[in-house]
């Protein structure tokens, strides 16, 4: 991965004004679609395949005047006046006739109707409620419909009425931003100068970040044309995309400017910074992503666009960093150059984590009894969704919300529908009865509001009012009393019962989100252990990064319950009033965080394990790896930490408690955890830290995060010689095995279009060595570079320019298949398609039976055409290794490579063989590398062939002497 990022970050370097005006097409197009194709968020917290979700989409059938958009009016009468006085009823009933005309309502109840007196008008007649139903959808209802509500009540405001609308309406539908969230940007700023020193440097990683936000909240916007999507979405990936996206290019910054104080060229430093420092970010940023995404696993629609949301913001944060930063790097050149004037820096950290190696079991005891402590207040966690109550105090929303809460009582503000299916019953009415006397005497029933059947008597509604409110404990213990006395009614009744209604439908959402939390954190941790299992090639490494996340998700559980449910420190966070936790945090916090600690333990990680495969000491290269990446780690999560804060004080009421737990979260996991718990445990680890179980090591797949590969580029950048045209170069060449030694201390060079013949006995690693120089096996031992590239590092490429002919148990002939369904099976995938004509199949056969004529004709030998009908199966052995080489050489591959050559069964066919790869192979740049058993089969003696003897027993002789 870091071979081609450095080819990446080299290309946009050079490039950088067609990088940079592609990303400014990208943010204008991005613009084109977001205004032509976005529709708005929509807060739809509803799950399919809940009772609530279930009983209220059924309600659209069977009662559509319950199932819409619904709208308030409270009215409150002045002092000395009451709702039932005249004056009252007739401005009410004017308003309410106004209502009715306005364009979009469907009807308005008016609370003197006989039918909703009873919940309409507030016990001390002091207010009233008018009901409105709107057609349509939430989507549908307009600023301008609002605004024409709104206008129907200036006779009763003119006359000294109180008046307020609420309801569904009314619930605000888009993210709201303010100038505090500007501050982070200033911290950043700061912090950035304050590092750098240079106010290019500085204002660059924010450049980048917020062409990454630009792109993501145009794409999301977008979307909103095809998807529900949630107010909190765009929001949360601004959040999320500001941050990492000035990370991420603060870590590549920071290598650069690193290089290039040790003097390092401009375009080499910014090719390197991406490759070691980008490919720490891309899996940083893969770790983020599959966090977010895995909140799927709730299998709740809103909360999985949520995360692919802040997943895109993620993605386009990466992306921007591997391409647009490097451009900008390019169009800086030189002028980045740190000045000789700059001090090192270092020599707090290196002071800071002595002492913290000198007593670790200290560290590691402060840390997690501190953590522990502050993460108690988490066994209080109340989950709620949003209700307009969690409005700004004064918004239009709270304080009609606020109004019901005073002159009616707080369940006003969460009525739950019970919804009975009656259409089996013989005496609907008496059922519905029977039921609402039920729930009149269920504790926690305020009163009874509707209790009627549907026009066609097969489904009936009963209204109850709760004593608390919405987002109440209380309220979600009645739905479960209510539910828990539906099968008695349906068995007495023969009736479905369902409770149902946005109330009710918010605390299945909470439900189903508590249910989640155990898998999602099992998904997390699960993930946490592998990647970094595969990273660093490491048991205990993963290990201490989990139970660093656990430690670190604890204590912002326990802050954030301590600030906003218990209310401590309200006002430092301007928090109206403290009540239940938005319900989706926990899970959207474990996702981030984990993005997030998987990030500092990369990035700390990686730059100690560099410097133990350097020193090989493991105590000098935990300090040296954190003197080298703890000052970068530190300004980016002081960074982070003042992105999340922004969002705090002035915040979304569903934004601030994940923004504030977040930060506490970034707080904790950076300077506690990856400062203080993490070099500790790897002091008292030692060695232990970078090792593998064997059965493991050999299983776990090698990613090069840490930029080894490159580091071996560079290393072997003159190897064998500077600008070496060779084919293939090897030297020490090794591969051995548990059972043994394959093949042993192989060096060689073949230059391009020549021949490699490697021969020897049955065992002695012939078509190993081959599938090794065609980058289809690893070596353990030495150097090999194909084509001009290194492997294994760049092993893809060579697979790219090798091409392989018929080898046994890799890709043997089908015997079923004719000689031109061979090619053009050949041929369709060397260009995609699904169909080759005939006029591409037949030069290949035509070129396989020249070549097989002209090698006949110098032996003196007669050659019949061999037809493109003809099966493998029916092909001699010279025949079918021949279109072996015809298949292989299908794309003009810089390599050829042919084994058993003498497995035929006469002599003259070997020689036939030669011949028939001369004639195929002339005019072409194409190298041969083929093996023979017996050098006695070898081709005739040529300055362009090679020979190279491979005998693992004579070579472990020698070797035991």
Same mark, same amino acid.
């Given at each position: 991965?870091?071979?081609?990022?450095?080819?990446?970050?080299?290309?946009?370097?050079?490039?950088?004004?067609?990088?940079?005006?592609?990303?400014?097409?990208?943010?204008?197009?991005?613009?084109?679609?977001?205004?032509?194709?976005?529709?708005?968020?929509?807060?739809?917290?509803?799950?399919?395949?809940?009772?609530?979700?279930?009983?209220?989409?059924?309600?659209?059938?069977?009662?559509?005047?319950?199932?819409?958009?619904?709208?308030?009016?409270?009215?409150?009468?002045?002092?000395?006046?009451?709702?039932?006085?005249?004056?009252?009823?007739?401005?009410?009933?004017?308003?309410?006739?106004?209502?009715?005309?306005?364009?979009?309502?469907?009807?308005?109840?008016?609370?003197?109707?006989?039918?909703?007196?009873?919940?309409?008008?507030?016990?001390?007649?002091?207010?009233?409620?008018?009901?409105?139903?709107?057609?349509?959808?939430?989507?549908?209802?307009?600023?301008?419909?609002?605004?024409?509500?709104?206008?129907?009540?200036?006779?009763? $405001?003119? /006359?000294?009425?109180? &008046? %307020?609308?609420? !309801?569904? +309406?009314?619930?605000?539908? *888009?993210?709201?931003?303010? =100038?505090?969230?500007?501050?982070?940007?200033?911290?950043?700023?700061?912090?950035?100068?304050?590092?750098?020193?240079?106010?290019?440097?500085?204002?660059?990683?924010?450049?980048?970040?917020?062409?990454?936000?630009?792109?993501?909240?145009?794409?999301?916007?977008?979307?909103?044309?095809?998807?529900?999507?949630?107010?909190?979405?765009?929001?949360?990936?601004?959040?999320?995309?500001?941050?990492?996206?000035?990370?991420?290019?603060?870590?590549?910054?920071?290598?650069?400017?690193?290089?290039?104080?040790?003097?390092?060229?401009?375009? $080499?430093? /910014?090719?390197?910074? &991406? %490759?070691?420092? !980008?490919? +720490?970010?891309?899996?940083? *940023?893969?770790?983020?992503? =599959?966090?977010?995404?895995?909140?799927?696993?709730?299998?709740?629609?809103?909360?999985?666009?949520?995360?692919?949301?802040?997943?895109?913001?993620?993605?386009?944060?990466?992306?921007?960093?591997?391409?647009?930063?490097?451009?900008?790097?390019?169009?800086?050149?030189?002028?980045?150059?740190?000045?000789?004037?700059?001090?090192?820096?270092?020599?707090?950290?290196?002071?800071?984590?002595?002492?913290?190696?000198?007593?670790?079991?200290?560290?590691?005891?402060?840390?997690?009894?501190?953590?522990?402590?502050?993460?108690?207040?988490?066994?209080?966690?109340?989950?709620?969704?949003?209700?307009? !109550?969690?409005?700004?105090?004064?918004?239009?929303?709270?304080?009609?919300?606020?109004?019901?809460?005073?002159?009616?009582?707080?369940?006003?503000?969460?009525?739950?529908?019970?919804?009975?299916?009656?259409?089996?019953?013989?005496?609907?009415?008496?059922?519905?009865?029977?039921?609402?006397?039920?729930?009149?005497?269920?504790?926690?029933?305020?009163?009874?509001?509707?209790?009627?059947?549907?026009?066609?008597?097969?489904?009936?509604?009963?209204?109850?009012?709760?004593?608390?409110?919405?987002?109440?404990?209380?309220?979600?213990?009645?739905?479960?009393?209510?539910?828990?006395?539906?099968?008695?009614?349906?068995?007495?009744?023969?009736?479905?019962?369902?409770?149902?209604?946005?109330?009710?439908?918010?605390?299945?959402?909470?439900?189903?989100?508590?249910?989640?939390?155990?898998?999602?954190?099992?998904?997390?941790?699960?993930?946490?252990?592998?990647?970094?299992?595969?990273?660093?090639?490491?048991?205990?490494?993963?290990?201490?990064?989990?139970?660093?996340?656990?430690?670190?998700?604890?204590?912002?559980?326990?802050?954030?319950?301590?600030?906003?449910?218990?209310?401590?420190?309200?006002?430092?966070?301007?928090?109206?009033?403290?009540?239940?936790?938005?319900?989706?945090?926990?899970?959207?916090?474990?996702?981030?965080?984990?993005?997030?600690?998987?990030?500092?333990?990369?990035?700390?990680?990686?730059?100690?394990?560099?410097?133990?495969?350097?020193?090989?000491?493991?105590?000098?290269?935990?300090?040296?790896?954190?003197?080298?990446?703890?000052?970068?780690?530190?300004?980016?999560?002081?960074?982070?930490?003042?992105?999340?804060?922004?969002?705090?004080?002035?915040?979304?009421?569903?934004?601030?408690?994940?923004?504030?737990?977040?930060?506490?979260?970034?707080?904790?996991?950076?300077?506690?955890?990856?400062?203080?718990?993490?070099?500790?445990?790897?002091?008292?680890?030692?060695?232990?830290?970078?090792?593998?179980?064997?059965?493991?090591?050999?299983?776990?797949?090698?990613?090069?995060?840490?930029?080894?590969?490159?580091?071996?580029?560079?290393?072997?950048?003159?190897?064998?010689?500077?600008?070496?045209?060779?084919?293939?170069?090897?030297?020490?060449?090794?591969?051995?095995?548990?059972?043994?030694?394959?093949?042993?201390?192989?060096?060689?060079?073949?230059?391009?279009?020549?021949?490699?013949?490697?021969?020897?006995?049955?065992?002695?690693?012939?078509?190993?060595?081959?599938?090794?120089?065609?980058?289809?096996?690893?070596?353990?031992?030495?150097?090999?570079?194909?084509?001009?590239?290194?492997?294994?590092?760049?092993?893809?490429?060579?697979?790219?320019?090798?091409?392989?002919?018929?080898?046994?148990?890799?890709?043997?002939?089908?015997?079923?298949?004719?000689?031109?369904?061979?090619?053009?099976?050949?041929?369709?995938?060397?260009?995609?398609?699904?169909?080759?004509?005939?006029?591409?199949?037949?030069?290949?056969?035509?070129?396989?039976?020249?070549?097989?004529?002209?090698?006949?004709?110098?032996?003196?030998?007669?050659?019949?055409?061999?037809?493109?009908?003809?099966?493998?199966?029916?092909?001699?052995?010279?025949?079918?290794?021949?279109?072996?080489?015809?298949?292989?050489?299908?794309?003009?591959?810089?390599?050829?490579?042919?084994?058993?050559?003498?497995?035929?069964?006469?002599?003259?066919?070997?020689?036939?063989?030669?011949?028939?790869?001369?004639?195929?192979?002339?005019?072409?740049?194409?190298?041969?590398?083929?093996?023979?058993?017996?050098?006695?089969?070898?081709?005739?003696?040529?300055?362009?062939?090679?020979?190279?003897?491979?005998?693992?027993?004579?070579?472990?002789?020698?070797?035991?002497?």
């Amino acid at each position: 991965m870091s071979t081609f990022l450095y080819e990446l970050g080299r290309w946009s370097f050079r490039h950088h004004t067609r990088v940079i005006v592609a990303w400014f097409v990208i943010v204008l197009v991005g613009a084109g679609a977001a205004a032509g194709l976005g529709d708005g968020t929509r807060n739809q917290f509803d799950i399919p395949g809940t009772e609530a979700n279930d009983a209220f989409a059924g309600l659209a059938r069977t009662f559509p005047e319950l199932s819409g958009v619904t709208a308030y009016v409270v009215v409150a009468a002045p002092e000395g006046s009451s709702m039932t006085s005249a004056t009252s009823r007739r401005l009410v009933e004017q308003t309410v006739e106004r209502i009715d005309d306005v364009k979009g309502v469907g009807s308005a109840t008016s609370p003197y109707d006989e039918m909703v007196r009873s919940i309409a008008i507030s016990p001390d007649e002091k207010a009233a409620q008018v009901q409105v139903q709107l057609e349509g959808k939430l989507e549908d209802v307009t600023p301008r419909i609002k605004s024409d509500l709104q206008g129907t009540a200036e006779p009763l $405001e003119k /006359a000294g009425y109180d &008046v %307020a609308f609420g !309801g569904d +309406a009314f619930t605000n539908m *888009g993210p709201r931003l303010s =100038i505090t969230e500007i501050i982070g940007v200033i911290v950043a700023f700061i912090v950035l100068y304050r590092m750098f020193r240079s106010l290019r440097t500085a204002v660059m990683p924010i450049a980048t970040a917020v062409v990454g936000v630009l792109v993501t909240i145009e794409l999301i916007w977008a979307a909103t044309g095809f998807f529900t999507v949630s107010a909190t979405a765009p929001l949360l990936a601004l959040m999320i995309g500001l941050a990492v996206g000035i990370d991420y290019a603060l870590f590549i910054v920071s290598r650069h400017r690193e290089l290039l104080g040790d003097g390092v060229p401009a375009e $080499e430093s /910014a090719a390197r910074s &991406v %490759a070691t420092a !980008g490919s +720490a970010v891309v899996f940083a *940023g893969v770790t983020v992503m =599959i966090a977010l995404c895995g909140l799927a696993v709730a299998r709740i629609p809103f909360l999985t666009i949520m995360g692919v949301a802040a997943a895109v913001s993620v993605v386009v944060a990466v992306a921007v960093a591997l391409t647009l930063l490097p451009a900008l790097l390019g169009r800086a050149g030189d002028s980045m150059r740190p000045s000789e004037k700059e001090k090192p820096p270092g020599g707090f950290s290196r002071r800071w984590v002595r002492l913290t190696m000198k007593y670790p079991a200290v560290a590691i005891a402060v840390v997690v009894v501190g953590l522990a402590v502050v993460s108690i207040p988490a066994k209080d966690l109340q989950l709620a969704l949003p209700d307009n !109550g969690s409005e700004p105090a004064g918004s239009p929303q709270r304080v009609s919300y606020d109004l019901v809460d005073k002159t009616f009582g707080p369940g006003f503000n969460g009525a739950l529908l019970v919804t009975v299916d009656i259409i089996t019953s013989n005496d609907p009415v008496g059922v519905v009865d029977d039921i609402e006397a039920d729930l009149r005497r269920t504790p926690g029933v305020q009163a009874i509001g509707l209790a009627t059947p549907n026009r066609t008597a097969d489904t009936a509604v009963v209204q109850v009012i709760p004593t608390t409110g919405p987002s109440d404990e209380r309220t979600a213990e009645l739905v479960k009393r209510i539910r828990a006395q539906a099968p008695g009614w349906e068995s007495e009744h023969k009736v479905d019962v369902a409770v149902t209604g946005l109330t009710a439908g918010g605390i299945d959402v909470s439900q189903r989100l508590k249910e989640a939390l155990l898998p999602f954190g099992v998904l997390v941790v699960g993930l946490s252990v592998l990647l970094l299992m595969v990273v660093f090639r490491s048991i205990l490494v993963p290990v201490k990064a989990t139970l660093g996340f656990v430690l670190s998700t604890g204590a912002s559980f326990g802050a954030v319950v301590a600030v906003f449910q218990w209310g401590w420190l309200g006002p430092l966070v301007h928090l109206d009033h403290p009540g239940p936790l938005v319900s989706f945090l926990p899970i959207l916090l474990m996702a981030v965080l984990f993005g997030l600690s998987m990030d500092y333990e990369v990035f700390l990680m990686s730059r100690m394990k560099e410097e133990y495969v350097r020193s090989g000491d493991p105590d000098e290269a935990v300090v040296d790896g954190f003197v080298g990446s703890s000052r970068v780690v530190t300004a980016a999560a002081v960074i982070m930490l003042a992105v999340f804060a922004a969002f705090v004080p002035e915040g979304d009421a569903n934004i601030k408690p994940v923004a504030f737990a977040l930060a506490i979260g970034v707080f904790v996991d950076a300077f506690l955890v990856r400062m203080l718990f993490a070099p500790a445990v790897m002091k008292l680890a030692g060695r232990h830290a970078w090792t593998l179980p064997r059965f493991l090591d050999r299983k776990v797949p090698h990613v090069d995060v840490e930029g080894e590969g490159l580091h071996r580029r560079i290393e072997l950048e003159s190897w064998p010689r500077r600008g070496s045209t060779a084919a293939v170069s090897t030297a020490g060449l090794t591969l051995s095995t548990p059972e043994g030694t394959v093949y042993n201390d192989v060096s060689t060079e073949l230059p391009p279009a020549h021949w490699l013949v490697v021969h020897g006995p049955s065992g002695s690693g012939k078509t190993a060595l081959l599938l090794t120089v065609a980058g289809r096996m690893a070596y353990t031992e030495g150097r090999l570079r194909v084509d001009g590239h290194l492997l294994p590092q760049e092993a893809r490429a060579v697979r790219a320019r090798v091409s392989l002919a018929e080898t046994r148990d890799v890709n043997e002939l089908d015997d079923n298949l004719s000689v031109d369904q061979h090619i053009a099976e050949r041929l369709s995938i060397r260009t995609f398609g699904l169909w080759v004509s005939r006029s591409r199949v037949t030069p290949v056969r035509r070129a396989m039976n020249r070549a097989l004529s002209l090698a006949h004709e110098e032996a003196g030998l007669l050659y019949v055409e061999l037809p493109g009908d003809r099966l493998v199966s029916e092909l001699t052995r010279l025949e079918r290794k021949t279109l072996g080489a015809v298949l292989g050489l299908v794309g003009s591959p810089a390599i050829l490579v042919l084994d058993d050559a003498d497995d035929l069964r006469a002599t003259e066919d070997v020689a036939l063989l030669w011949s028939a790869l001369r004639h195929l192979l002339e005019g072409l740049d194409t190298a041969l590398v083929t093996s023979l058993q017996s050098s006695s089969s070898a081709p005739p003696s040529s300055p362009d062939v090679h020979l190279l003897e491979l005998d693992t027993r004579r070579t472990l002789d020698e070797l035991r002497i």
